[in-house]
């Protein structure tokens, strides 16, 4: 059976990942200066970096549309392919109702694409496009696939933490006053991503012990054991702290597989370009 895997771009995926021959990514669009960038396509995750941390504007996103959907869907069909198109939290963003609704104007042509909304992003979305990926490679059908994902929904955790606050405070993502008390304070929040919706779960006092406290959060949800699962950890413009998880990560962590990216254009928007990440599904 012929399967393309379609995702879009609020899931960060690592590149081996990307490369997958079954696998297209449809972008979000970032709008910066009045000029418009098609998320990987027209703008490197670096050259975004570079734009984010020189400019006092902060980007906007603007979902992927349906005509982009429909384009796709409508190729790889009359190619004879079945599809599965796996899409960011549809409580973050339109991007999975325009993909559904491509899917319901193509009439019986839509009942050979299966739709998943992970109701996560970045990392956490990308755990379901990685296990997606396993199991094509296993031979298993697109309903298969669905419901296997379904099955590890619950398993999926994400944690990130932005090194400042100021760009959740500028795009609204928390109020000022916590932004500028944070700030003084040194408080590097830590957040995960339950139900489709950031959470605040801990503050942590500077962030020299910040990838430390990651694998401590996620071992403590893991009863300590991970492995049997799949981790991912990421990271943006900030090298030096990512190696710092990298290393905690080796020799805390026992898994059946560690992968690692790079926090994309979507998710940078809101927290910025310094941020760590681990997540982790079965």
Do not use: W
């Not at 559904?100 to 970045?122: C, Q, R």
């Not at 405070?169 to 700030?183: D, F, H, L, M, P």
Request: charged fraction near 30%.
């Amino acid at each position: 059976m012929k399967i393309k895997l379609i995702c879009d771009s609020l899931c960060d995926i690592p590149k081996e990942i990307q490369n997958k021959e079954y696998l297209e990514v449809v972008p979000l669009t970032i709008i910066f200066n009045d000029k418009e960038y098609k998320d990987g396509v027209d703008i490197s995750k670096e050259e975004y970096y570079e734009v984010l941390k020189n400019s006092k504007e902060i980007p906007k996103t603007s979902q992927a549309t349906y005509i982009q959907f429909s384009e796709l869907f409508n190729k790889y069909i009359d190619e004879g392919y079945s599809i599965i198109c796996i899409n960011g939290s549809s409580k973050s963003s339109g991007t999975y109702q325009s993909a559904m609704l491509a899917k319901n104007d193509m009439g019986d042509k839509g009942n050979d694409i299966h739709m998943f909304d992970t109701m996560s992003l970045s990392l956490g979305s990308g755990q379901f496009v990685i296990k997606a990926c396993d199991l094509i490679e296993e031979g298993l059908s697109p309903d298969e696939i669905i419901k296997e994902l379904d099955s590890i929904r619950e398993s999926v955790m994400l944690f990130f933490a932005p090194k400042t606050l100021d760009y959740l405070k500028k795009s609204g993502r928390v109020s000022v006053a916590t932004a500028i008390i944070g700030n003084i304070l040194n408080l590097v929040p830590v957040f995960s991503f339950p139900d489709g919706e950031a959470h605040l779960e801990e503050k942590i006092r500077g962030s020299k012990n910040l990838a430390s406290k990651l694998i401590d959060m996620i071992l403590e949800r893991n009863n300590g054991n991970l492995e049997d699962k799949i981790v991912t950890i990421g990271y943006g413009d900030n090298f030096k702290d990512f190696e710092k998880l990298e290393k905690e990560v080796q020799k805390r962590i026992k898994a059946k597989k560690v992968l690692i990216t790079r926090g994309g254009a979507c998710i940078c928007s809101h927290t910025g370009p310094d941020i760590l990440a681990i997540s982790c599904s079965n």
